[in-house]
């Protein structure tokens, strides 16, 4: 049976054509309010034998039991031949999944010929202090804000936040000195419609990140993983009724649906991109 992105998506080349005409201004707006994580799903032991993909992310990838698109992920590759491991947390961003040592264990966990799947963005765009700091400089220069801490993990000390480039080639530069490959993702979309000049309804495409995702890819000569545009293609055949559902509790935590979806999503996007992650993928 097809699946479901499958049976929705349209072609990327006419999904561009889209974008272009909607042409909205991005606007991150503030992060999205933390889900509470209840029955999250235990990490199962990896296979030393056999070459693992780490998932690093937020909510979108990793959201209590079976809302993230990284726990539908594992079912879609032949697990006989690769390990999936999701370490992607609720409510992190580029900057404080690396401050809380999240991903140090990542990296203690990871060596020569296994993957990254890099998914960061929806809360960079938060505080740099105060109660919730957790957001970056808007960028992916070299630029500073020293921020004095009152709460989290450097509470008492001046913290030096970077931009939110600096934190993802951190990621990659570090993945790569593992023997790893690391690869990049665009942003799942947010449930936000706004009229094109056609007429039709045209769902949010990017928020202010997806050109600073496309510049590090091509800074670091990794690969891009579109899954943004293969998910917003399947949600504007549907339309903003029919995709109500798939985003049950605000614009940007899916069903379990749309988890799915998301997964898909970013199988696909990964044969579109020609990784080397496609091998270990399941016939479709």
């Known amino acids: 049976m097809p699946s479901l992105l499958s ?3 349209v072609t990327v080349a006419a999904s561009a054509s889209l974008a272009l005409a909607q042409s909205p201004q991005p606007n991150p707006g503030p992060p999205p309010e933390t889900p ?6 235990t990490d199962a032991p990896l296979n030393p034998a056999l070459p693992t993909v780490f998932i690093v992310g937020d909510s979108t990838a990793r959201n209590g039991a079976n809302l993230g698109w990284g726990d539908h992920f594992a079912h879609l590759f032949d697990t006989s031949r690769i390990n999936v491991a999701n370490r992607a947390m609720a409510g992190r961003s580029s900057r404080t999944y690396i401050n809380e040592g999240r ?11 296994d993957f990254l799947l890099l998914q960061m963005g929806h809360n960079d765009s938060g505080d740099l202090g105060g109660a919730k700091p957790r957001g970056t400089l808007h960028g992916i220069g070299e630029e500073t804000q020293d921020v004095p801490q009152t709460s989290g993990p450097l509470t008492g000390t001046t913290e030096t936040v970077h931009t939110y480039g600096w934190y993802l080639r951190k990621y990659i530069d570090e993945t790569k000195a593992k023997g790893a490959t690391p690869a990049i993702l665009t942003l799942t979309v947010r449930n936000i419609w706004t009229p094109g000049p056609d007429g039709r309804p045209h769902i949010e495409r990017d928020f202010g990140y997806t050109a600073f995702i496309q510049q590090v890819a091509k800074q670091e000569h990794i690969q891009l993983i579109d899954m943004g545009t293969l998910e917003a293609n399947a949600y504007e055949k549907l339309g903003p009724t029919a995709t109500a559902p798939f985003f049950p509790k605000d614009h940007t935590h899916t069903s379990p649906e749309g988890a799915e979806l998301n997964a898909e999503a970013v199988a696909q996007a990964i044969r579109l991109a020609k990784s080397p992650l496609a091998a270990y993928l399941k016939p479709h």
């Open 7 to 9: 049976r929705l998506v």
């Open 36 to 41: 509470i994580q209840t029955n999250l799903p």
């Open 103 to 113: 991903w140090t264990k990542v990296l203690a966990e990871m060596k020569p010929g």
